[in-house]
T-cell receptor, first 114, second 110 residues
Framework: DAMVIQNPRYQVTQFGKPVTLSCSQT?????MYWYQQKSSQAPKLLFH???????NEADTPDNFQSRRPNTSFCFLDIRSPGLGDAAMYLC?????????????FGPGTRLTVL | QKEVEQDPGPLSVPEGAIVSLNCTYS??????FMWYRQYSRKGPELLMY????GNKEDGRFTAQVDKSSKYISLFIRDSQPSDSATYLC??????????FGSGTKLNVKP
């Protein structure tokens, strides 16, 4: 089945130790998103790529970076994780163009910062 | 003021009840209005979307948008225990960007 895959599902890191989260998609969608979702809160958009065009939200901390080496893969790098960065990180895709309403989400990576 | 406000619940109803879930928003530029369902430890999945004002029905689900009041609703008829999940409203702005509500946790008791 076509899908959005996130690895790992659970990630534990130490305070200040860089971590990379991975997302891949078999949908061949143009747009890929990263969201941060803390417990009982709304998913918060961090950034998105439309093809190779990178769009950063104004309030996304500099500590968060992203790479999209090709259509299928997108990475979230957290350079120096703090305790406040512990959250579920959701990757999503969207076909783009007129189909703006539908995003396909991966299962998420739950990040713990010790 | 948050862009999207949603009552977190939890909302507990007996099986077969009609459920009403609601969101309010502040930005009149929103055009697409979506409802996502999120099961525990899973990513959200799209249930329904509506473009601009009006109603849309899909089986037991009805989505309603009132742009004049900046208010959207999702109704679930004949609710089932399998409907137990967190329901998130979402709104599209500025082409390919989305604001989400914080979600309402629904529990349908057998």
């Amino acid at each position: 089945d076509a899908m959005v895959i996130q690895n790992p599902r659970y990630q534990v890191t130490q305070f200040g130790k860089p971590v990379t989260l991975s997302c891949s998609q078999t949908l061949n969608h143009n747009v890929m998103y990263w969201y941060q979702q803390k417990s009982s809160q709304a998913p918060k958009l961090l950034f998105h790529y439309y093809d190779k065009d990178f769009n950063n939200e104004a309030d996304t901390p500099d500590n968060f970076q992203s790479r999209r080496p090709n259509t299928s893969f997108c990475f979230l790098d957290i350079r120096s994780p703090g305790l406040g960065d512990a959250a579920m990180y959701l990757c999503a895709t969207n076909l783009g163009g007129r189909a703006v309403y539908e995003q396909f989400f991966g299962p998420g990576t739950r990040l713990t910062v010790l | 003021q948050k862009e999207v406000e949603q009552d977190p619940g939890p909302l507990s109803v007996p099986e077969g009840a009609i459920v009403s879930l609601n969101c309010t928003y502040s930005n009149s530029a929103f055009q697409y209005f979506m409802w996502y369902r999120q099961y525990s430890r899973k990513g959200p999945e799209l249930l329904m979307y509506t473009y601009s004002s009006g109603n849309k029905e899909d089986g037991r689900f009805t989505a309603q948008v009132d742009k004049s009041s900046k208010y959207i609703s999702l109704f679930i008829r004949d609710s089932q225990p399998s409907d137990s999940a967190t329901y998130l409203c979402a709104m599209e702005y500025n082409f390919n960007k989305f604001y989400f509500g914080s979600g309402t946790k629904l529990n349908v008791k057998p």
